[in-house]
């Protein structure tokens, strides 16, 4: 069954990625332009919910429960992306900061960080503890638009997009307008003079603990092949219509099951528990290694995790394909699982029944959402 995953992933790689393999000098880039959800926060719901999601301590102490900012022990994959493109590293300041003390100056030295934990892939999101819809991708891409008023898009720049975990855990399940949502993100980008692109595609969102504890992994995964499939073609077809622009396709399905296949190769105890006790809300405990684990708590990254992310983004800009493990530890990429805990559509589900995961998530923490 082992090698079946680790087949079926190298095979997986060759569909997603472009038939011509693209790469480019990672100095060459100006600014970093991210949009997306929790995996991919530096700062911005930490700020927005006055420091309290992620849960900054551990309940019933002063022990620091998440890495300031980020849904993570450490840093995560933008910091460590960041720090290795452009001539001296980029670090795009969270767009949350920016609205409270608008900058455009300071916004157009090295970026912006559009990301939120809870978002989804349309224009908004409903999330639990936040009093209104945060932009979803496509919203985010729209305060991008705004900005380009004051400044125009740079070409030079690079542009991420990571998202679709959000709407499946939430109860999603027309995959065609998740896909075409992120499409949609890219082309506006493009319209606006953004060249470089920077596309994750999904894990197997069942097997995540989140995921697992739902009681519906097969329908989860079954969703991510499908998002997967839909996702290249869509991007190959990005590629015909749009030559002009640059699109490096991140493998995260086929990256991690290839950890999942050996995780001590990659430096993991256990790629399978989450290293917290509780949530993103609420930290009962903390284990004592938490790069230990693949995941930090059951939907987000551990910082260990998050850099061999960042390592599979590298290669993927420079036109490398899946590394081995003892050449580069940089293959793991979870994909924008984000926050797991989403308030659950009106529309009825056809695979995740109404009400289930986030009635799981509360009843398995302890937390109410």
Same mark, same amino acid.
């Given at each position: 069954?082992?090698?079946?995953?680790?087949?079926?992933?190298?095979?997986?790689?060759?569909?997603?990625?472009?038939?011509?393999?693209?790469?480019?000098?990672?100095?060459?880039?100006?600014?970093?332009?991210?949009?997306?959800?929790?995996?991919?926060?530096?700062? +911005?719901?930490?700020?927005?919910?006055?420091?309290?999601?992620?849960?900054?301590? $551990?309940?019933?102490?002063?022990?620091?429960?998440?890495?300031?900012?980020?849904?993570?022990?450490?840093?995560?994959?933008?910091?460590?992306?960041?720090?290795?493109?452009?001539?001296?590293?980029?670090?795009?300041?969270?767009?949350?900061?920016?609205?409270?003390?608008?900058?455009?100056?300071?916004?157009?030295?090295?970026?912006?960080?559009?990301?939120?934990?809870?978002?989804?892939?349309?224009?908004?999101?409903?999330?639990?503890?936040?009093?209104?819809?945060?932009?979803?991708?496509?919203?985010?891409?729209?305060?991008?638009?705004?900005? +380009?008023?004051?400044?125009?898009?740079?070409?030079?720049?690079?542009?991420?997009?990571?998202?679709?975990?959000?709407?499946?855990?939430?109860?999603?399940?027309?995959?065609?307008?998740?896909?075409?949502?992120?499409?949609?993100?890219?082309?506006?980008?493009?319209?606006? +003079? =953004?060249?470089?692109?920077?596309?994750?595609?999904?894990?197997?969102?069942?097997?995540?603990?989140?995921?697992?504890?739902?009681?519906?992994?097969?329908?989860?995964?079954?969703?991510?092949?499908?998002?997967?499939?839909?996702?290249?073609?869509?991007?190959?077809?990005?590629?015909?219509?749009?030559?002009?622009?640059?699109?490096?396709?991140?493998?995260?399905?086929?990256?991690?099951?290839?950890?999942?296949?050996?995780?001590?190769?990659?430096?993991?105890?256990? =790629?399978?528990?989450?290293?917290?006790?509780?949530?993103?809300?609420?930290?009962?405990?903390?284990?004592?290694?938490?790069?230990?684990?693949?995941?930090?708590? +059951? $939907?987000?990254?551990?910082?260990?995790?998050?850099?061999?992310?960042?390592?599979?983004?590298?290669?993927? $800009?420079?036109?490398?394909?899946?590394?081995?493990?003892? =050449?580069?530890?940089?293959?793991?990429?979870?994909?924008?699982?984000?926050?797991?805990?989403?308030?659950?559509?009106?529309?009825?589900?056809?695979?995740?029944? =109404?009400?289930?995961?986030?009635?799981?998530?509360?009843?398995?923490?302890?937390?109410?959402?």
């Amino acid at each position: 069954m082992k090698k079946q995953l680790l087949a079926a992933g190298c095979i997986l790689f060759s569909v997603i990625s472009p038939l011509k393999a693209m790469a480019a000098d990672l100095s060459s880039f100006s600014q970093l332009f991210v949009f997306g959800d929790s995996l991919s926060d530096t700062g +911005n719901t930490f700020t927005f919910t006055g420091g309290q999601i992620p849960a900054p301590t $551990v309940s019933g102490s002063d022990r620091l429960a998440y890495f300031p900012g980020r849904f993570s022990n450490g840093s995560n994959w933008v910091d460590y992306f960041g720090s290795q493109i452009g001539k001296q590293g980029l670090t795009p300041i969270p767009l949350v900061p920016l609205l409270v003390n608008p900058n455009p100056r300071i916004a157009s030295q090295q970026g912006v960080n559009f990301a939120l934990g809870g978002a989804q892939t349309g224009k908004s999101s409903d999330f639990p503890g936040l009093q209104n819809n945060i932009p979803g991708v496509l919203g985010q891409v729209g305060l991008f638009s705004s900005f +380009n008023q004051t400044f125009p898009a740079d070409p030079n720049a690079l542009y991420t997009i990571f998202g679709g975990g959000n709407d499946y855990f939430s109860g999603q399940t027309d995959v065609n307008q998740v896909v075409q949502n992120l499409s949609n993100s890219i082309s506006s980008l493009a319209q606006g +003079n =953004a060249k470089n692109f920077l596309v994750f595609n999904q894990p197997d969102l069942g097997e995540s603990p989140f995921g697992r504890a739902l009681g519906f992994p097969q329908q989860l995964n079954e969703l991510t092949k499908e998002h997967n499939k839909l996702l290249a073609l869509s991007l190959d077809n990005l590629r015909t219509i749009r030559p002009d622009i640059n699109i490096f396709s991140v493998d995260t399905n086929a990256l991690f099951k290839t950890v999942e296949f050996d995780p001590v190769k990659f430096g993991f105890k256990d =790629a399978t528990n989450s290293c917290i006790t509780g949530n993103f809300q609420q930290v009962l405990s903390i284990c004592d290694n938490p790069d230990d684990f693949v995941f930090f708590d +059951n $939907v987000h990254l551990s910082s260990r995790a998050n850099r061999l992310l960042a390592d599979a983004a590298l290669a993927s $800009v420079r036109g490398q394909s899946i590394p081995e493990p003892s =050449a580069a530890l940089g293959i793991l990429a979870l994909g924008a699982l984000g926050l797991g805990v989403l308030k659950r559509k009106q529309k009825k589900s056809e695979l995740i029944p =109404a009400g289930r995961a986030v009635a799981l998530q509360s009843s398995h923490t302890g937390v109410e959402s």
